[in-house]
Each structure stands twice: as structure tokens, then as C-alpha cells.
């Protein structure tokens, strides 16, 4: 096999590498105590695309009014708290949503500082811990008596348990809460394409979301039967792409000498000193010694080619005697990541 079809199918091809970045604030000051940072409430609002310049108004239990902020492109919103005690109501209202405007206020419940994500997941938990059909007109004057940790999280289960029985919840579990989980309005992620596909099923049922809402706050699941299956042929979970096995280099000598007459060759090949492949090549020329057999694999002059496709082969070890070749290489990328793979390859003439 030539080398540059091998490396064609090289990890580099194959492998994909997620890097984990951690970021460390640090204050400093003078004399004087920092002053301790305000708390926050950002979020995502989104249905699936996000919610483009829609209006995010907060009312907390007590403390003056919050100036309403706008969303982003991406459907990030935040605010800063000055005095206000949580829990706190959130509305986002108009903005638009792909090319079309929004029509429908979704709601949300802070209970602590920091994640508060709006969609119309959320705005369902609300509508279960506030016990209303209209979220939005709770939004109004909302009463905090029974808005919790607890509370939300006993609406996340209704929710969960009520809507599971036919429909994909996966992204809801393990557990994930959808008000305070970080997630990106795009697809691929978990929460987003749940939120995608709610959002094709209520459409093509031709349903509002005022009845998703009102049913699911009665507690009324069985008039999910026919939504349960429109979500289902809705719901596309993103499959995480499958690795290739590694291809391993089968190096045969590139101009096989004669001296030693035609001999059946199989070669194996281990990958970290764990066997991974085995190939029968067939009756081949046989080399006549030691030198024959690792001078036509050193001097190989495809292995240049490696270089220009974002690694490199090397070979470190090369013997040869009773008909048996052994070659230990190591395959060094350098594109799209840095990383090396050592190979032992066995070269069994019979």
C-alpha cells in the first residue's frame, strides 16, 4: 500500500479534539477592600433558533423596578442586580425569531443569581409552579409564595415524567435543568434541539403554545398522544460522529529485491503494543538480507509526502533475519492537533 494512501486515512483524517479552556478572575486594589462584584441574571432566550432583540423585563420579590435589556444575535440577555431579592420573575417579548417576529412571551424563574435561560420549556415550569394557564398574565403581578428551588424542580419532573411517556427527553435527564444549564441556541447542542423539535411539532399540529401550556399545567397528558408522536418524528438527536478505526501503514519494500525468490508476506501490525491488524499480502519478492529489506523502507521517497499532510513517519528500529522483518515507527501529526501514534510492524516471509 502506497504511504500516501495510508496517510489519506490517517488519524489525522479521523480524530477530533475538544480543548477545555479554564479562565481565572483576579481583582486587585490598593489600600481598601474591593468592593464585592453585583450579582447577575443572563441567560439564553431561545425556541430553538434564538430570540433575536426580543425584550427581557425582570420583577423580583422586592426591590426597585430593573431596567428591561434586549437579546442578542446569539440570544443572550443580562442584567445586574442593585437591591432587588430573588426569586425573580423573567419575560422576554417580541424581537424576532429566524425572519419571522415573535408573537409569544416566554417566561422564567430566577432563584438564585447567575443562569436564568428563557424558552418554552421554562416558560412550562412556570406555568406548573405558578399553577396558571397564562404565565404571561402571572408575569403581570407574579406572587412568590411557592416559587423555590424545590418547586421549579418538582415542575421539571412533572414535566419530564407527563411528556416522556412517548417523546425524547433525553437532554432533560442525568440532570440537566433547563433554566440554569449553560447552552448555545444552535444545533448540536442538547437543550436546542429539544427545543427545535417541540418547536416543528407544535407547528406542524398546528397548535399554539397557549394550548401546550394549558394542557400541560392541567396535568393533561393524554392530550399529548398525537403532539408525543409529532415530537418524535420531529426529533433528530444529533449522532456523535463515529471514530474510523485507524488505518495503520502497511510498508512493503518499495523495489523488492529478487535475491531471495518469491515468499508469501503477512504483515501485523500493533498500534501502542495492542495487535490491530493483520494483512495477507501474497506471494511477493523476498529480500535477501537485513540491509535489502530496511533500506528499501528508509529510503521510501513517498515519505516526504507526510510532511506537506500534517505529519510525519518515522521509522526508529529496522531488523531482519530468518525471514522475519520487525519495524518499529512512530506516525507524528502536527495537523489538525499534535499527537503520535507508535506502530510495530511484523514482516513474516513463508
Known amino acids: 500500500m502506497n504511504i500516501n494512501t495510508f496517510f489519506s486515512r490517517a488519524p489525522s483524517r479521523s480524530l477530533a479534539c475538544s480543548l477545555a479552556v479554564a479562565a481565572l478572575l483576579a481583582g486587585c486594589g490598593g489600600g481598601d477592600d474591593p468592593a464585592p462584584a453585583a450579582d447577575t441574571l443572563s441567560g439564553v432566550a431561545a425556541v430553538g433558533l434564538p430570540i433575536v432583540n426580543g425584550v427581557v423585563a425582570v420583577k423580583c420579590s422586592s ?86 428551588a424545590n418547586a421549579l424542580s418538582a415542575a421539571l419532573n412533572n414535566l419530564v415524567t407527563g411528556l416522556a411517556v412517548s417523546a425524547p427527553l433525553d437532554a432533560l435527564k442525568n440532570p440537566i435543568n433547563p433554566i440554569t444549564a449553560s447552552f448555545t441556541a444552535k444545533a448540536g447542542d442538547p437543550i436546542d434541539n429539544w427545543l427545535e423539535a ?43 460522529p463515529v471514530t474510523p478505526p485507524l488505518t495503520p501503514p502497511v510498508m512493503p519494500p518499495v523495489t523488492p529485491p529478487s535475491a531471495g525468490g518469491n515468499k508469501r508476506l503477512t504483515i501485523e501490525v500493533s498500534l501502542s503494543g495492542s495487535p490491530l491488524t493483520t494483512v495477507d499480502v501474497g506471494a511477493v519478492p523476498a529480500p535477501a538480507n537485513q540491509a535489502e529489506f530496511c533500506n528499501d523502507l528508509q529510503n521510501d521517497a513517498t515519505f516526504s509526502g507526510l510532511d506537506d499532510s500534517g505529519g510525519k513517519l518515522t521509522i526508529n528500529s529496522c531488523t531482519f533475519a530468518n525471514n522475519v522483518g520487525r519495524v518499529s515507527a512512530t506516525l507524528a501529526l502536527t495537523s489538525p492537533v499534535a499527537l503520535s501514534f507508535p506502530y510495530s510492524i511484523k514482516y513474516t516471509y513463508n
Open 63 to 148: 426591590g426597585p423596578a430593573l431596567a428591561s435589556t434586549t437579546t442578542n444575535t446569539t440570544g443572550n440577555w443580562l442584567v445586574t442586580l442593585v437591591s432587588q431579592t430573588l426569586p425573580c420573575a423573567v419575560q422576554v417579548s417580541g424581537g424576532s425569531i429566524g425572519a419571522s417576529a415573535n408573537a409569544t412571551p416566554y417566561h422564567s424563574i430566577a432563584v438564585i443569581p447567575g443562569t436564568v435561560n428563557i424558552t418554552p420549556l421554562t416558560d412550562l415550569m412556570v406555568a406548573r409552579v405558578a399553577n396558571t394557564n397564562n404565565p404571561q398574565s402571572w408575569f403581570g403581578a407574579p406572587v412568590f409564595t411557592s416559587v423555590n
Open 198 to 240: 417541540f418547536r416543528t411539532a407544535v407547528a406542524n399540529l398546528g397548535q399554539s403554545h397557549a394550548a401546550v401550556v394549558q394542557a400541560v399545567q392541567s396535568g393533561n397528558y393524554g392530550a399529548f398522544t398525537t403532539f408525543a408522536g409529532a415530537f418524535n418524528n420531529a426529533f433528530t438527536p444529533i449522532t456523535p
